[in-house]
Every structure is written in C-alpha cells, then in structure tokens.
C-alpha cells in the first residue's frame, strides 16, 4: 500500500469553513540540494495539493521565511506577501496561505467564528520571539477573532530527546497565555526526525533536504 504524501488533522476537519494540509515526503523527488533549489524542485507538486483541496496555485500565498515574528495580513489572492515574514494571516474567501517547515512547528489558527485563518512558522527564534502570540493578537485586531474562539493546531516538528529545546511546549504554552484554551491547542507529538521516509528533516539531513508544507485556506 502506498503510504500517503499529506496528512490531515482532526482538529481542523471539523470545520467545515476550511480547507487544509501538510505535505509530507515525496519518494520520488531528490532534494538533497539547497533550500531554494528543493523549493523549486517541489513546486509542481506541491501546486497539485492545492488544486486536490479545491483551490487554484494562483490563490496560494506563502511567506519568505527569515526565523522572525513577522507576518503578512494577506486580503487577496495572487498578491505576494512582504518579504521577510514567517506568518501568514487572512479571512478571504478563496485564498490559500502556506507555510514551509522541516523540523520547525507550522502553527495552524482557525477561527470558525470569524472566518479568519493563519499559519505561522515557529522553531527555535520564532517561538523565542513568540510569534504565535503576535499571530493571536495580530488576528484580534484585524479580524475581530476571539482567542476562546480559536482552534490552534501544531504540525510535526522536531522535539527532545532529538533536538534541545522543546519548542512544541512553549508554543501551547504561549497559545494558553494568550488565551486560546487548554482544549482547542492541538498536538500530536510527532517529532520529524523520527521517521525520513514520512518528513524531511532539516538536522538529521544537515540542510540538504525538502519541506513540508502547510495549507490552510478558507472555502
């Protein structure tokens, strides 16, 4: 049986405004090259999960990713986004926003109320800089989202005994602090550096490797 190339999360299934995904490892595609090049390389495919989940590749908008906290406030389909961002947030109907990660935490917002809708790219400087509580806030602002309202879910990432610090907890715990509750914070506990036939992993494979991507996109 042919193991699949994207996972889904219960929590987000349930809610029927969205449309989501993460990508997983694709055995047919060498990535044992540079970030940019592994990029390019995934493009097609990854254009091809957003066609299955219903969206056009013209509607997806992702982020060009410096280990910060910033994020992008994106209204429209096919406008890129500002340059050195790790999130993405939005309430269009239409759109799909992604986010790239291997080993870091995707950090899925979805606010079935509101309609907004974000991902955040969270590893060691952008949960130090506590961008999911920036994202929360930034989302309040703009959308009128309540954080008791949100649904947060966390991407496999990478997590101790493997790495040192065990991000994955300090972002529930910064989701909690700004008030997301207990309930609604989502995580499985995959650590991405345990299985390379299902995630690509930045550490294991020093660099030379893909990404998996995360999708969220409001119907």
Sequence with gaps: MTPPLTATFPSLDRLTPFAHGFTLRHPEIDVKVDREEALRRLTAWHHEIVADLGFSAASLATACQVHGNGIAIVREAGIEPAAQMDGLVSNTPGLMIGIYVADCCAVYLADPITGAFGVLHSGKKGTEQNITGTGIALMRDTFGTRPEDLV?????CIRPPAYEIDFAADIRAQA??????SH????????????????????????????????????
């Design 152 to 156: 947060v879910q966390l991407s496999p």
């Design 184 to 219: 609604q914070i989502h995580d499985d506990g995959t650590c991405t550096s345990s299985d390379l036939t299902r995630f690509y992993s930045y550490r294991v494979e020093k660099g030379k490797t893909g990404r998996m991507l995360a999708l969220l996109g409001r119907r």
């Design 176 to 181: 909690l602090a700004a008030g997301v509750p």
